[in-house]
């Protein structure tokens, strides 16, 4: 199983983009589903979860108030809504599936050896 990311794309600070999550062949709505992203040079971070029975959200804080993780059980989609992007955004952003917990919390984004079905990642350029 491998998740398929997209929607990442070049856009200037303060821009907007919705990245998408999908799952060939694998059912989203039995796992918490995370996004991550790496920037060069520096350690891959979890950035918000999205739980599997609730639905219940956590993000990091630097992100809090303008991006938006959301699943969409019928299309077996994760999204993230970015908004008011900043160029610190930039990376390429992954999703992948919780196999340990199903319900997200600020520890769980941060282990992210507890996430599997890693997709190729897109990328996500803010520049002026």
């Known amino acids: 199983v491998q998740f398929v990311e997209s929607g990442g794309g070049l856009v200037q600070p303060g821009g907007s983009l919705r990245l998408s999550c999908e799952a060939p062949g694998f059912t989203l709505d039995g796992y918490a589903i995370g996004w991550f992203r790496q920037a060069p040079g520096k350690e891959r971070e979890g950035v918000s979860c999205?739980?599997?029975?609730?639905?219940?959200?956590v993000s990091i804080d630097s992100v809090k108030g303008r991006f938006t993780i959301s699943r969409d059980n019928a299309k077996n989609t994760v999204y993230l809504q970015m908004n008011s992007l900043k160029l610190e955004d930039t990376a390429v952003y992954y999703c992948?599936?919780?196999?340990?917990?199903?319900?997200?919390?600020?520890?769980?984004?941060?282990?992210?050896?507890?996430?599997?079905?890693w997709g190729q990642g897109t990328q996500v350029t803010v520049s002026l």
């Open positions: 992948a599936a919780n196999l340990l917990r199903s319900r997200c919390t600020t520890y769980s984004l941060s282990r992210a050896h507890e996430y599997a079905y």
């Open positions: 999205v739980s599997s029975s609730d639905s219940s959200t």
